[in-house]
Structure formats: structure tokens, C-alpha cells
């Protein structure tokens, strides 16, 4: 190359840049400068799945993520376009936007000092841009609320119309006929239950009377914003409690921005997250499902959407898969599974009458949201149901790709001295019907020990591939994912097979 | 109830075994509701299907239209994957029976849903 084409090439590099230079200025006006912001957002996930979560983060957001050591949150980095796939994972519980992280915050001597610090604090921090994301995040959801009044009337018609209440009196009417436990019955009307299976059934249908609320703000913009501050604190040395931490810190917020405090109507709900020595403040995202405090006051009871997403996904369904959940309550984990891996298909099944005609009820009214939300007009989902019996299994050997189920605890569903004889049985029944060399199941329990013993001397059917400890509403339970071994199913003559199980209990 | 169920389920009354498949079936009230077609998951699916099973149910419903086999090349197929996708997932059987072949048991099939639950003394060793 000549010098005069050398540096006609240089300048012409200059040019350039300085032009992407001038462009870059002119997107950094105020309209679209929000858009290209990038934020930290933080999300509460089941304990134990943090993993899985921040693999559905990398797989649809491209975004990686830091597990915190508080357990149950993951933080990721996005910029504020991608806030409407945000809300869309289907791992995380709540969400948050990250306004500071103070790693390791020097708490002081005394209580007083303390507080006075956490006082101060609200003044110094980088409010600005989290706001800006609220603000966002805020309207979006009026979209939302939007659409939904306007689905509402249509969604309504279909439950007043719909078999729902029918069918619910004949089966009961059958059942108190034939003497059944009636623990069993009162078990599936509790209001907390009934609740839990509508947010499962999915916000439009559920939520109604939030979005009444919700809307008649919408249209007068608020002059004074209301708040609240959440504190969670965790970590042995700390000399002050949350509600003095979120009371002190809340009086400096409300000095600094002249909002208004209201503990339960409130616009920003502003989060002190303290572990040990790591503070984090954020701003709420989601509202915290007033539904999951009354079940946590019951028990937990249905499994959470994002508990059996999570189990899902550490079974990585393949397209095609053969997915079967064998005691499926009323189906959180199929419908789950028929929602996010549509190229599945989901079978539920469970030997209460009650249980199997709530999965189908909860499987006609997902169909309903999907009808809204994509207009069409009464599609089917990949998805059945069947009454059967977990120790009979009326499928074909080898059938089955993945099962996924919630194993009856001891506490809340049978007895502890049931799992003894049921536990067994329904591996040896779960091994049959799973595909030798591909297949694999995850399985859910708090009844450690004798899912432990069951499994052992299983070898060689069931290899545990993984254990992930989990939390259900204070119960300290684990997932065990189980391959299946390559070895073929051998159908004992009924006597051995009765031996078998029995000595597995010695 | 779906015929692609239907195609995995299998009489385990005592002593059955495999000649407990497949199910007669037969049907009082059938509905049809459209599914989004999946070509890549039919595709997958019809190396799983057992095709006499289906092919007598499909009969005992008297469904016009079913391919008696996987053709040539089926994987790109559009027509033939249609057609398997509608036999497989779209045809609802609400209410109906299925039969043990080999000891005559009936389960019933009441708004969609099989009723597989054998007495105590049909499970019994």
C-alpha cells in the first residue's frame, strides 16, 4: 500500500469512528435513553434451583448470572428492553431491580449506630435509573390490567358456563355414597388450595379483584407516591431486628423523596435485603402473591409453578418426550410441563376422583387463557388425564421417556408408615413403565430417609444422578433425580415380586 | 381422552401382562378440538406408535382418513404429518369404555377421563 492510501485509509478509520462517536450522543437523548439502560435485576427462586433458574436466564436472556449466597436469589444483568421477557421466566417467584449492593457493609457497635447509619444511607444512593425501571415496569403492568378487564368478561362467562360446579357436586355426591375418607375431601375444598389452583390456572382468571384495584388508579396519576420498605434480614451478629432496619431506613426515605409510607396500598415497595455482611437495597418488580402467605399460613399444599418448572427442566425434556407426573394432585407439575414444553406430551394421573377431575378442570380453564391470549378459539393443549393407581401403573413397559412427581410427604398426605410399604412400590412401578438407558425422573419428597432405603437395592434399574435440597414452606425436602439404567424391566411372577418389595422394608 | 393415550395404555389387571394391549375402545361421545401442529413432534412420535393399536381404534371410532403406516420419506411429509397429528392428538373420546382383550374388564371413561382403578381383590396376589 502507497502512503497516500495508507493514510487516506487512517483517516477514513478517524471518520468513521468519530461519526458512531456522534451517533452514540444523539441515541443518548432523555425519550430513548431509558430503553438502552442496563440494569441489575434480582429474582427469589425455590432454594435449591437457583442453578436451573440462572439456565433459563442464559437460555432466554443470554444473560449469566451470579448465585447469591443468600440462598433462593440470583442476580442478572439486562437491559430495560428485555423486561417484558423478564417477567416471563418461569423459575422465578419474585423480581427485583437492584438500586445498590454493598458487599461487605461495616455494621457498627450499637443498635443506634446502626439504624443512624441505615438512616443516611437512603440519601447516598443511586435511586435515579432503578426508578426509571419501575416507572417501566409500572406501566407495562398497566398494559397488562388492560388487556386483562378486557378479557375478564370473556373468561367469566366461561367459568359461569363451564361443567366446573356440576361435575364437582356429582363426584362428591358418589364419593360420600361410597364412604371415603372425608379428610380427603375436605382436603381438596380448603380455600387455600382452591386459591393456590387458580394462580396456577394463571393471573386472568385468578386475579380479577387485584385488577379492579389496580385499574381505578390507573387513570388518576398520583401526585405523592405511596411506599413501603420490606426488610429481610439473615445472619447471626447483626444487634438490630428487620422492623427497625425497614422503620428507620423507611424514615429517611420518606424524608428524602416526600413520599407518602402506606404498609398495604402501596405504589414502590422498596426491599433491604441484609445477609450477614451483604445489603442489598431493590425495588420491587412483582407483587408478592397475597395468595402463597395464606398457603404458607395452611401448609403448603399444591406445589409451586416455579417448583415444577424447576423439576422439569432438570429432566431436560426433548422434543416428543413422554411426560408423566403418576400422583399429580391437581396437576401443577403436567400443566406446567403443557405450558412450557408444548412439543411434549403430558400425562397426569392419580387415584383420588377429586384430584383428577381438578386437573382436568385446571387444564380446560388453562386452555380458556390460551384461547385469550392467542385468539384462538377452543384449541386443545398436549395434555390428558387419568384416574389410576400408582402401585398399578395401567401403561405399557417402557413407554414413559420422564416422570416428574411431588411423593406423598407423610405430613400433609398419608402417613409416614404408608411411605414404608407405598415408596418402593412405586419405584419398582416407575421403573417399569420408564424407558430403560433414556429415561430419567425427578422425583419430590421430605420423607429423605425412606425414599433412601426404597432406592437402595434399586441399583439396577435406578441410578441418583443429582440431589437438590429444597424448602417447602419450612419443610426441608429434596428433589432426587433418577436415571434410568439400560437394563430391561424383568416382570417377576407375583410371589417374587411380593418378597422383593417386602424385604426392601427389613 | 386422546388416541395418543389411549395408544400407551395398557390392561394391568393380574396375570394379564402384555396381552393386556390394546385396549378395545369404544365411544358413546367424541369430540374434536384443534391443537396447534407440531410437525417436528409428530414426526418424532411416529417411530413410538404402536400402528395395529391405533389403526383398530382409529376403526372403533370410525375415523375417515388414517394412514395405515409410516410412507417414504414421512419426516417431510406435510399431508401425512397432518393427518397423524389430527388422529393422534385432536380426537377426544369424552365419554366411552375401554376393554381388557384378555379378561373382558371394563373401565369407563367419563367426561374425557379413563377410570383405571382396579377392586381390591383384581390386584390381590
Known amino acids: 500500500m502507497s502512503d497516500v492510501q495508507e493514510a487516506t485509509n487512517q483517516l477514513l478509520h478517524v471518520n468513521l469512528h468519530e461519526n458512531q462517536r456522534y451517533i452514540h450522543v444523539t441515541e443518548s437523548v432523555p425519550r430513548s435513553e431509558s430503553e438502552h439502560l442496563r440494569v441489575t435485576i434480582g429474582a427469589t427462586v425455590p432454594t435449591g434451583f437457583e442453578q436451573v433458574a440462572a439456565d433459563e436466564v442464559r437460555e432466554k436472556l443470554r444473560s449469566s448470572c451470579k448465585i447469591s449466597k443468600d440462598r433462593g436469589k440470583i442476580y442478572f444483568d439486562i437491559s430495560v428492553e428485555s423486561l417484558a421477557q423478564v417477567h416471563r421466566l418461569r423459575s422465578v417467584d419474585n423480581l427485583f431491580v437492584v438500586v445498590q449492593e454493598l458487599k461487605d ?32 415496569n409500572t406501566s407495562f403492568k398497566k398494559k397488562k390490567t388492560k388487556r386483562k378487564k378486557l378479557n375478564q368478561n370473556l373468561s367469566k362467562e366461561k367459568i359461569d358456563n363451564g361443567g366446573d360446579k356440576g361435575d364437582e357436586r356429582d363426584v362428591k355426591k358418589e364419593l360420600s355414597n361410597n364412604a371415603l375418607d372425608s379428610h380427603i375431601l375436605d382436603y381438596y375444598e380448603k380455600p387455600a388450595i382452591k386459591e393456590e389452583i387458580s394462580t396456577l390456572v394463571g393471573d386472568i382468571l385468578a386475579s380479577c379483584k387485584n385488577e379492579n384495584d389496580e385499574s381505578s388508579k390507573e387513570d388518576t396519576e398520583p401526585e405523592v407516591l405511596k411506599f413501603r420498605v420490606t426488610c429481610n434480614r439473615a445472619g447471626e451478629k447483626h444487634c438490630f431486628s428487620s422492623n427497625e432496619a425497614a422503620r428507620d431506613f423507611g424514615g429517611a426515605v420518606q424524608d428524602y423523596f416526600k413520599w407518602k409510607a402506606d404498609m398495604t396500598n402501596f405504589d414502590v415497595e422498596v426491599l433491604l435485603n441484609i445477609h450477614d455482611n451483604e445489603v442489598i437495597v431493590g425495588i420491587a418488580l412483582t407483587e408478592e402473591s ?42 401443577a407439575i403436567p400443566i406446567e410441563g403443557a405450558t412450557e414444553w408444548s412439543n411434549c406430551f403430558h400425562i397426569a394421573g392419580d387415584n383420588n376422583p377429586l384430584a383428577v377431575n381438578r386437573a382436568a378442570n385446571n387444564i380446560s380453564s388453562l386452555l380458556t387463557k390460551s384461547q385469550i391470549k392467542e385468539g384462538k378459539l377452543s384449541w386443545g393443549l398436549p395434555i390428558d388425564a387419568i384416574q389410576w393407581d400408582i402401585c398399578n401403573l395401567p401403561l405399557r413397559t417402557g413407554s414413559v421417556d420422564i416422570i416428574v412427581t411431588d411423593m406423598p410427604f407423610g405430613k400433609r398426605m398419608g402417613s409416614k408408615k404408608r411411605n414404608w410399604n407405598l415408596y418402593p412400590a412405586c419405584l419398582w412401578e416407575m421403573s417399569r413403565i420408564c424407558k430403560p438407558g433414556t429415561g430419567r425422573a425427578a422425583l419430590l419428597t421430605q420423607d429423605k430417609k425412606c425414599f433412601t432405603k426404597a432406592l437402595s437395592g434399586m441399583e439396577h434399574v435406578w441410578r441418583k444422578v443429582h440431589t437438590v435440597w429444597v424448602n417447602i414452606g419450612g419443610l426441608h425436602a429434596a428433589v432426587y433425580l433418577l436415571n434410568r439404567t439400560p437394563q430391561a424391566f424383568v416382570h417377576p411372577s407375583g410371589q417374587d415380586k411380593e418378597e422383593l418389595l417386602s424385604a426392601k422394608n427389613d | 381422552m386422546k388416541l395418543l393415550t389411549h395408544n400407551l395404555l395398557s390392561s394391568h389387571v393380574r396375570g394379564v401382562g ?39 381404534a382409529a376403526d372403533h371410532l370410525r375415523l375417515a382418513e388414517v394412514p395405515k403406516g409410516p410412507t417414504q420419506g414421512y419426516e417431510q411429509d406435510e399431508t401425512f404429518l397432518r393427518k397423524m397429528h389430527h388422529v393422534l392428538l385432536e380426537v377426544e373420546v369424552v365419554e366411552g369404555t375401554l376393554q381388557c382383550p384378555e379378561s373382558g374388564r371394563v373401565f369407563p371413561i367419563t367426561r374425557g377421563i379413563p377410570n383405571m382403578l382396579l377392586n381390591e381383590e383384581e390386584t390381590q396376589t
Open chain 1, 105 to 136: 457493609f461495616q455494621f457498627k457497635e450499637t443498635k443506634e449506630k446502626v439504624l443512624k447509619d441505615f438512616e443516611e444511607l437512603a440519601g447516598k444512593l443511586p435511586w435515579s435509573d432503578p426508578l426509571k425501571v419501575w416507572k417501566i
Open chain 1, 290 to 331: 397475597l395468595h402463597r402467605r395464606n398457603i404458607t399460613h395452611f401448609g403448603p399444599t399444591t406445589l409451586r409453578s416455579t417448583l415444577a418448572y424447576g423439576m422439569l427442566r432438570l429432566c431436560a425434556p426433548q422434543p416428543s418426550d413422554i411426560i408423566v407426573d403418576p400422583m399429580c394432585g391437581t396437576g
Open chain 2, 18 to 56: 402384555p396381552r393386556g394391549f390394546p385396549l378395545r375402545l369404544e365411544a358413546t361421545e367424541v369430540r374434536v378440538i384443534p391443537v396447534e401442529f407440531n410437525p417436528d413432534f409428530v414426526a418424532r412420535m411416529i417411530p413410538k406408535v404402536e400402528w395395529a393399536a391405533l389403526l383398530e
